[in-house]
């Protein structure tokens, strides 16, 4: 007994080692996240994660569409991780590398158990948890995390309300319930609201044995057991029901979705080949009729062979259970191309408020599974009795899988496979070979895997099969590497760099940047390398776009039916003040269109005060506080104004002025408008969801309560002290957590305050005398500054834009001092920045990590390793190269001549560094800064590292936000580190590029190589 319990103490380790070279690319940092990873799970557990670092509850999400209830979003806040991750080290690129591997080895423990209501050997178990792990569903779904929380906890929920109704225990009723609470909080939706049907299911069925059987005693302890676990799951779960409901009449996808979404993305018929080779479902994905992450359905080939045993055998009557649902969830996921989804839609509660008809496939892989491992452990247990039916059914599938091949083989019509053609790089190796490539690929794979297992098979004696769970995890092995570059991470894609670029952003919420309207904050402006998609949650910046299918019924209506009064709207600061209010209607719509300050609102909303505002030229706004859920402006107006916060109205809003309550209304259908006398007001907008947080409290008190006793259970072989110090050192690192963040006696204004107090304490004890501050709040870093005692010179910019910088970089020009500091706080910081410093001042002499920003002082120093060049294009310069009749006379910053970009001259004068031998294989990094003037929209600067006449790493900068204009002439400037070096023949290149239409100019083009 002490022996087996000591064995299945190294199981999940095992699971652990097991998905680490499974996904070995993610588990070693060697390749980026693809798609819905970056572009959904990381921003918006990024954004949850800043919330709770900076002491602000994760209500409401500011920076997408305009502002949204994150909270009612179910799935972005409730589950545990947040809380855990958010309270202690908050989330990074990183993080989301171990949260992978760790729920990808808790799904292995998982299925290991459940598998367990189906074989009682230990070798069946493991490999039901190693072809769980590996699946299909887990590679197809490695850039959809919510897909993988589901799946992680799912068997976890079956194996203990299945125990439940078996054993009747309590402590099952609280193991239920906590990976129940777990699975809802974390995963998606569709797998939940299907298991629930699966667990109905198998308790209908226990229900009727125990009553078939007259066990009144058992049929009795079974629905009061049940019954409880209902009611703890109920108010575990009660913040989650509170968010649906009050949000169901915001979002209108809540209500139902139409049945041609509810057959969106199926697990279609040609997708059925995933069961066989994997490998082909990723290519020519239209074929498929479905996306590529949800066609793929792989179990393992060997696990097939046992899964099909099992069919022909003798079951348990559980095991049935599953097999049926497993069939009915496999004929759903088909989607319009069978009946049963569309039947399951019209009659079946729940199941017309999720898309994605492939989610119900994965009850089919929940079934095969299980019912392989009571397979395998009957063959394990007496290989002779099953060695002829596992040697048709493998021959059969021979046949199949040949039959494939041989049709692929046609299909390609001769031609030579593409996987034996060079290519550029690895990615396009990946992308090269067709779907019929693939299919004989793995064919030939899956040949030699079955001729290995027939060879295990067949040998009537010796100790063969007992090598075939070796084989299934080596084959499953090999099916996840063949996928993974498809599905799971991208080729070339390197996980540090993403994680360096989110470390460049401000910390903490900084103030919208005066003077900038919200219409600026695209994605496209926002976004950064392969960081493409709800950009702005990183760079903390309110925009009206953002990439979420949750969307409020009012931001429906601006973007699709009014888009133009949406586009005037954004032109306009997050905060501002309007004199005219009218009610909707096509005229009025038609009349004010070109007054971008013009508030409408629904006819039964307008009032009479409405109509005698007005707007003065000096009348001014303010932001003195920004945070999610927060904003707070000192507005002064000579006469009475509306005015508005570009935040989506939501039941939870509430707006003071001078401190006393006003009444808020809808302002062109979704924004937070108030009427304000005339004077000096301080108007505060706050957010607040009373109902949710207090869902949030009963919820987790019942969870935090339920561990507890788990605790107790578990140590219960332990003296009552040493159990009651348990629960103390729980409740007490709870405690420890909560209020390392959250102050009952200091908000997050207060905190900040104290922050740019302390900073401007360390400007002065670093006795500079100069000091470059970039900071989202000038008039505090002022008041900070003097009350220091601060009295040497200072000057304030805010990079949070990269017209900041062009005026950063206009100020280093013409500051001399042997040493200068840099004070960031509430502003991002990007590397561009630090070497513009470091062009003029080399030494960084101390940098002081600080909460939410940094101090680094700068001093002239000794010049490390490196050369310049410099062009005004007054004469031919060494390592300069371009179009001769491209050289402007009319245009110039210094000097007579600049270099034109234009529709005939579509790139800039490039300069081309070529390295000698003392040059290569060491690190080093490029820093490019140049004047621009003209109409630069479209054109980038590049920094480009060339091997073979090809880029193999470069650093760009788009046209983005630095506002240049015809009329002034704009500092452009570009950063790239190269940690690789270089080697013999590559060549650096530096050039901008336009973008074919528009006519800018480039002059003073300068470029620094340094090796540090």
């Known amino acids: 007994m002490l022996q087996k319990k000591q064995a299945v103490n190294f199981i999940f380790p095992a699971f652990i080692a097991l998905a680490i070279l499974a996904y070995w690319q993610v588990a070693f940092l060697q390749n980026g996240f693809k798609w819905d990873m970056l572009g959904c799970y990381l921003p918006w557990r990024y954004h949850v994660g800043e919330c709770l670092q900076n002491g602000v509850f994760p209500f409401w999400n500011p920076y997408t569409h305009c502002g949204y209830p994150i909270h009612a979003d179910l799935r972005s806040v409730w589950y545990p991780e947040t809380f855990i991750i958010g309270l202690t080290t908050g989330y990074s690129y990183l993080t989301l590398h171990l949260l992978f591997i760790l729920h990808i080895s808790l ?100 229900f009727i044995r125990y009553f078939s059987a007259g066990e009144k005693g058992e049929l009795w302890q079974l629905l009061k057991l049940n019954g409880i676990l209902l009611l703890i799951t109920a108010l575990s779960l009660l913040v989650i029901t509170v968010a649906f409901f009050q949000v169901s009449g915001q979002v209108g996808r809540l209500s139902g979705v139409s049945i041609e979404d509810a057959w969106f993305m199926p697990f279609s018929p040609r997708s059925a080949i995933s069961f066989l080779l994997p490998f082909a479902t990723v290519k020519d994905v239209g074929w498929y009729d479905t996306d590529i992450s949800m066609n793929n359905a792989y179990t393992g080939l060997i696990v097939l062979f046992f899964f099909l045993l099992v069919l022909f055998s003798r079951r348990k009557f559980l095991l049935n259970i599953f097999l049926v649902f497993g069939l009915v969830a496999l004929l759903a996921s088909f989607g319009k191309y069978t009946p049963i989804r569309g039947i399951l839609y019209h009659f079946v509660p729940l199941f017309n408020l999720f898309r994605h008809s492939s989610f119900f496939v994965f009850f089919a ?68 070979p067709s779907r019929h490539e693939h299919i004989v690929i793995q064919a030939v794979i899956q040949m030699v895997v079955i001729l290995a297992f027939l060879l295990l098979v067949i040998r009537k004696s010796g100790s063969g099969y007992r090598y075939i769970p070796v084989l299934i995890v080596v084959e499953m092995l090999a099916a996840v590497q063949f996928n993974t570059y498809y599905t799971v991470v991208s080729a070339g894609i390197d996980p540090f760099e993403i994680n360096h670029i989110l470390k460049q952003k401000a910390d903490g919420f900084p103030l919208p940047v005066r003077g900038m309207p919200v219409s600026i904050n695209t994605e496209k402006n926002a976004s950064s390398s392969v960081i493409w998609q709800n950009t702005n949650i990183f760079n903390k910046t309110v925009s009206f776009e953002g990439y ?106 509430k707006v003071t002025i001078d401190g006393k309550e006003a009444p808020a209304f809808v302002s062109n259908k979704m924004f937070v408008s108030v009427i304000c006398d005339p004077g000096k007001h301080r108007i505060t907008f706050s957010y607040f969801n009373r109902s949710v947080f207090i869902g949030f409290l009963i919820s987790y008190l019942v969870l935090l309560i339920l561990i507890t006793i788990l605790i107790v259970f578990h140590f219960r072989h332990k003296h009552l002290v040493f159990r009651i110090i348990m629960v103390c050192v729980f409740w007490l690192l709870l405690a420890l957590l909560i209020f390392s963040k959250f102050d009952p006696n200091s908000s997050y204004g207060q905190e900040k305050v104290e922050k740019y107090r302390s900073a401007a304490r360390d400007v002065v004890n670093s006795h500079i005398s100069q000091v470059v501050c970039n900071t989202d709040d000038r008039q505090l870093m002022v008041e900070s500054l003097k009350e220091a005692g601060f009295k040497g010179s200072y000057f304030l910019h805010n990079l949070t834009y990269q017209k900041g910088l062009s005026d950063l970089i206009g100020c280093i020009e013409q500051l ?16 561009v920045a630090v070497a513009s410093f470091r062009n003029s001042w080399p030494e960084l002499i101390e940098k002081q990590n600080r909460a939410s920003g940094s101090l680094m002082i700068f001093s002239e120093g000794t010049d490390i390793n490196g050369f310049s060049s410099f062009n005004d294009f007054e004469k031919p310069v060494f390592g300069w190269n371009g179009n001769a009749t491209a050289i402007d006379s009319l245009h110039s910053r210094s000097g007579r001549f600049s270099d034109r970009i234009d529709s005939l001259n579509h790139g800039s004068y490039s300069y081309k560094w070529l390295p000698h031998s003392m040059q290569t294989g060491k690190p080093f990094e490029v820093y490019v800064k140049a004047k621009v003037c003209g109409d630069y ?32 002439w704009s500092d452009i400037a570009c950063y790239g580190y190269f940690p690789e070096g270089v080697i013999e023949n590559d060549e650096v290149r530096v050039f901008f590029w336009g973008n074919s239409r528009s006519v800018f100019y480039v002059d003073d083009f300068y470029v620094s190589v340094r090796f540090p």
């Open 816 to 831: 001399k001092s042997e040493k200068i500091a840099l004070l960031s706080l509430y502003a991002p910081l990007p590397d």
């Open 107 to 206: 799904s292995g423990w998982g299925m290991f158990l459940l598998s367990r209501h189906f074989t009682d050997d230990r070798r069946a178990q493991f490999v039901a948890g190693a072809a769980y792990l590996m699946s299909g569903f887990f590679v197809g779904h490695g850039q959809e995390m919510f897909g993988i929380i589901a799946a992680t906890w799912t068997p976890f929920v079956l194996y203990y309300f299945i125990r439940l109704q078996k054993e009747r225990k309590f402590q099952d009723v609280i193991r239920t319930a906590i990976f129940t609470f777990l699975l809802v909080t974390g995963g998606y939706q569709a797998i939940w609201a299907i298991l629930i049907y699966l667990l109905i299911a198998v308790f209908v069925v226990y």
């Open 548 to 653: 979420n299918s949750f969307r409020l019924n009012g931001y429906d209506q601006l973007a699709d039916s009014l888009p133009e009064l949406a586009g005037s709207v954004l032109k306009s600061e997050i905060v501002y003040l309007s004199d005219q209010v009218l009610p909707f209607s096509e005229g009025s719509l038609a009349s004010s269109m070109g007054n971008q300050t013009a508030l409408f609102v629904e006819k039964h909303d307008f009032r009479k005060d409405f109509s005698s505002l007005q707007v003065s030229p000096d009348d001014s706004v303010r932001i003195t506080g920004f945070h999610p859920g927060f904003a707070e402006a000192i507005v002064t107006c000579r006469g009475k104004v509306a005015v508005t916060l570009l935040q989506a109205s939501y039941p939870g809003w």
């Open 937 to 968: 929209t479209g054109a980038s600067l590049f920094i480009q590292q060339q091997r073979d006449g090809k880029p193999i790493q470069a650093a760009s900068v788009s046209s983005g936000t630095w506002q240049v204009t015809p009329d002034k």
């Open 365 to 432: 892989v929940i079934a095969i599974i299980p019912a392989a491992a009571s397979g395998l452990g009957s063959y394990l247990s007496d290989p002779l009795l099953y060695r002829k039916r596992l040697i048709i059914i493998a021959s059969a599938f021979s046949v199949v899988i040949i039959a494939l091949m041989a049709n692929s083989l046609v299909a390609m019509n001769h031609v030579g496979f593409s996987f034996l053609k060079p290519a550029g790089d690895f990615a396009d190796w990946l992308r090269q």
